[in-house]
Structure formats: C-alpha cells, structure tokens
C-alpha cells in the first residue's frame, strides 16, 4: 500500500511540477498541515470502507476521531512505539508556537494533537506511509476505538 501512496505522491509532484524538498527545511507546523490532511484521509478512508451510509454520519463518525483530543489520546497510547527520531518530530511539532487553536480542546490537548500531525506530515513526506498507517491503526486499537 505504501508503493501506492508514493505512488500518487509522486504523480501530483510531477503532474505539478513539484521538485524535491529538503524535509529538515519544512517547518513542524507546516509537516502538521499536511499531516492533518493525511490524518484526515486516512480515517475518512476506514469509515467509507466500513459501508455506504449518510455523509452526515460519516462525518459524525470521522469528527470523532480527528479531533485534538483524540489526537493528543493517540498519540499518548503509541508513545512507546516512537523511535527516537519519531519523538523528536513529535516533540517539534508539539513545542511548535501556533497562534490558532482548536474548538472545544484544551491547550495541552491541542498541541499534542499538532505534534501528532507533525509526525504524521513527516512519515507521509519522507515515504513512510506504511509506519503512519501502522502508528494509527495500533494506537487505535489501544483506546478500543472502532470505526
């Protein structure tokens, strides 16, 4: 599955024109917005899987994993699974000095949830999509959320 998100990576970068990039040149709030986006469609593509219903369920559905303080539980559940440089981009991205915040999430909430999609920008960015999807699914399954 990872071939096939390089796939498609690397198909919009040439449909573009986009070169490559240094990733130590990107900083942690920009690997969290693409992170978040990744993040987004990886559960949007669970939920679709598990059966065609409403767009307003699924997005109910989809909401309730997305949010800050799911992140910040998520990230927490698979700290020991990090490898050192995993915890240094999560680190990052969580010290990173944002000046929005989330709806209805507290402030500690919040910025573990920024430097979870930090490190999910860099595995999506560095080609490592398999370890995202893993990261996910484990940390997932440790909060006993069913999709």
Do not use: C, W
Request: proline residues 1%; glycine residues 6%.
């Amino acid at each position: 599955m990872s071939e096939q998100i390089f796939a498609i990576d690397n198909y919009i970068k040439t449909a573009f024109g986009i070169g490559e990039v240094d990733v130590r040149t990107y900083s942690p709030l920009t690997l969290a917005y693409i992170g978040d986006g990744i993040f987004d469609l990886i559960i949007r593509s669970v939920v679709v899987g598990k059966g065609n219903t409403k767009a307003a369920t699924l997005h109910k559905r989809t909401s309730k994993i997305v949010k800050a303080e799911t992140q910040a539980k998520l990230v927490e559940a698979i700290m020991d699974m990090l490898t050192e440089e995993e915890h240094d981009v999560f680190k990052r991205g969580r010290n990173a000095k944002s000046f929005t915040m989330a709806k209805n999430a507290s402030m500690s909430d919040y910025r573990k949830a920024t430097g979870f999609e930090a490190l999910a920008g860099y595995l999506y960015v560095t080609d490592r999509f398999d370890r995202l999807v893993e990261l996910t699914k484990e940390g997932l399954k440790r909060l006993d959320i069913a999709l």
